[in-house]
């Protein structure tokens, strides 16, 4: 149950302990536990918790703008990417964070963290892919074999951030032509 009583009877001191249900409310709890003529108030802060960004993945020069989803996002929540703070964050409601995502100087995962006012966080690990222009450009430039070029044509038709690139530098990803057999 959510409380224990030690002694469970008698008179004298003794220890209560009391066990709460996890907080994703986006608010603050409050619990009063009354025990003859005492009363002792209990506040448990609300913790976020990240289930999914979409997109997740942009460019390492950042902007990109994610929604954020979860649980227990408070209106004061400040969301990074890598350590490093995102701009223009709306907390829509305690599920969803819309933010814009910092520059990052390489390639690759990284986390990404909500923290409430309250100092409770929660991180997404691994929770968003910084995209290198350069690489996905000469990914994309490559003449591969047919197969080769069907995986990366699907990998991009799956990728926000890649489509947009690409339609950005003028590529056609399905018109790549396949390499010249002879």
């Known amino acids: 149950g959510l409380l224990q009583v030690s002694p469970p009877s008698g008179i004298g001191p003794g220890i209560i302990d009391v066990s709460l249900p996890p907080n994703h409310s986006g608010d603050?709890?409050?619990?009063?536990?009354?025990?003859?003529?005492?009363?002792?108030?209990?506040?448990?802060?609300?913790?976020?918790?990240?289930?999914?960004?979409?997109p997740q993945e942009g460019r390492i020069a950042g902007g990109t703008e994610v929604m954020v989803v979860g649980n227990g996002f408070a209106p004061d929540?400040?969301?990074?990417?890598?350590?490093?703070?995102?701009?223009?964050?709306v907390v829509e409601n305690t599920s969803i964070i819309r933010a814009v995502t910092p520059p990052n100087g390489m390639t690759g995962s990284v986390d990404v963290v909500v923290t409430n006012g309250n100092g409770q966080t929660a991180t997404l690990a691994f929770g968003f892919v910084y995209?290198?222009?350069t690489t996905v450009a000469l990914f994309v430039e490559r003449r591969l074999d047919r197969g080769a070029a069907d995986r990366v044509e699907r990998h991009i038709d799956g990728c926000a951030a890649c489509r947009a690139l690409i339609a950005e530098l003028g590529y056609a990803p399905h018109a790549m032509p396949g390499p010249t057999r002879t």
Do not use: C, H
């Open 28 to 54: 603050d709890r409050e619990y009063w536990v009354i025990v003859g003529s005492e009363r002792v108030t209990v506040r448990q802060g609300s913790s976020p918790e990240v289930w999914w960004l979409s």
């Open 77 to 89: 929540a400040t969301v990074t990417f890598g350590g490093q703070a995102a701009t223009n964050v």
């Open 131 to 133: 995209l290198d222009e």
